[in-house]
């Protein structure tokens, strides 16, 4: 069974720092994207970023480009979210999920942890 789960989640006060985790479960993930999605109370899930699990190269939302970076280590099947200088407007849930390199479905999701930023 294929199983992405999220950790790492909490308050935190405007300007700090969380780093999520995101562990991947049940298959290898070699040839797929791995993203991360928030979506805040009232709104639309929306794209944080991601990462081709194979090579490693990233991408980011314009709204955390220089404060976010995702990783991810091979050896432990795990993808990172590093979140700097937060905002309260960061708060939100935060999800990972993957897709095939070839798709531009996600078809796994994880349950998602919540992000909040206090001011």
């Known amino acids: 069974q294929v199983q992405l789960v999220e950790s790492g989640g909490g308050l935190v006060q405007a300007g700090g720092s969380l780093r999520l985790s995101c562990a991947a479960r049940?298959?290898?993930?070699?040839?797929?994207?791995m993203g991360w999605f928030r979506q805040a109370p009232g709104k639309e899930r929306e794209s944080v970023g991601g990462?081709?699990?194979?090579?490693?190269?990233?991408y980011y939302a314009d709204s955390v480009l220089g404060r976010f970076s995702i990783s991810r280590d091979n050896a432990k099947n795990t993808v990172y979210l590093q979140m700097n200088s937060l905002k309260p407007e960061d708060t939100a849930v935060y999800y990972c999920?993957?897709?095939?390199?070839?798709?531009?479905?996600?078809?796994?999701w994880g349950q998602g942890t919540q992000v909040t930023v206090s001011s």
């Open positions: 990462i081709f699990w194979s090579g490693g190269s990233t």
């Open positions: 049940g298959r290898t993930f070699s040839n797929y994207v």
């Open positions: 999920a993957a897709r095939p390199i070839s798709s531009g479905s996600y078809n796994y």
